[in-house]
């Protein structure tokens, strides 16, 4: 996505400057972090917060108690509801769902019954992935294209199916982890960073950076082709 002149950005009410295609809505007050990008026929409501750096592609809705953290990417035609909380470096895949009543009704009035969701930092969900509400996702999972979250999810874990199973790990590179034959069983090793993992109790930690600290920018910029890298 191309970046946007200077020319075109927006002050908001906290002050700093983002970008806003001219078809899309603000809704003010709301917060928008400085260099984030709103692009065509996008919906901010009122009292919405969204972070540093995040890109709203086109079609996207983002409800008056929904929040984004920093560095957030948002891909065409999907719809953050109340009660949706999004961590800092979140990947929302085109056409993801997100859910906030379990049991909804035309006919009745459940905002009292809203449940929370959360997607915890560097999380991804594939394209066409359903979370139903109340689910937390953790820390660097990947939710595959077309899978259905039904249970909170682990930090590093691939989720795909009907309903969605964990089918692996996935390290922070978005690369299916690997048994590292060097250790002992229960390590795991990410075959384009070579970061390792560690697997206990069917928790999994990285033994190279944690979980909550920024790749280095060494690190931030695959060097060569998705399938070389698997190679």
């Keep these: ?34 260099k984030s990008q709103i692009w065509h026929f996008s919906h901010v409501m ?35 509801y109340d009660g949706v909380t999004i961590e800092d470096e979140v990947f929302l895949g085109p056409s993801c769902v997100l859910t906030n009543v379990t049991n909804p009704r035309a006919g009745i009035k459940r905002r009292a019954m809203l449940e929370n ?16 509400c109340g689910v937390t996702v953790g820390r660097h999972a990947f939710i595959g294209a077309g899978a259905v979250v039904t249970k909170d ?9 009907v309903p969605g199973k964990r089918t692996g790990w996935m390290g922070r590179h978005a690369q299916k982890l690997v048994r590292d034959q060097r250790g002992a069983a229960g390590y795991w090793v990410c075959p384009e960073s ?18 909550d600290a920024p790749l280095p920018p060494s690190q931030a910029t695959s060097p060569r082709p998705y399938a070389r890298s698997r190679a």
Excluded: W
């Design 194 to 211: 070579l970061f390792r993992y560690f697997e206990e109790n069917g928790t999994l930690r990285c033994l190279d950076l944690h979980e």
């Design 46 to 80: 009122r009292g919405a917060r969204i972070g540093r750096e995040c890109v709203l592609g086109q079609n996207v809705f983002v409800a008056s108690s929904a929040s984004l953290g920093d560095r957030v990417r948002v891909q065409n035609n999907v719809s953050i």
């Design 153 to 161: 999810v682990p930090d590093y874990a691939l989720i795909t199916g």
């Design 1 to 34: 996505m191309n970046s946007p002149p200077p020319s075109s950005s927006n002050p908001t009410t906290s002050g700093s400057s983002y970008y806003r295609h001219e078809s899309a809505f603000v809704d003010e007050p709301c917060e928008i972090g400085e």
């Design 117 to 132: 969701t959360r997607l915890k930092r560097g999380a991804t969900l594939g394209a066409n992935a359903t979370i139903l």
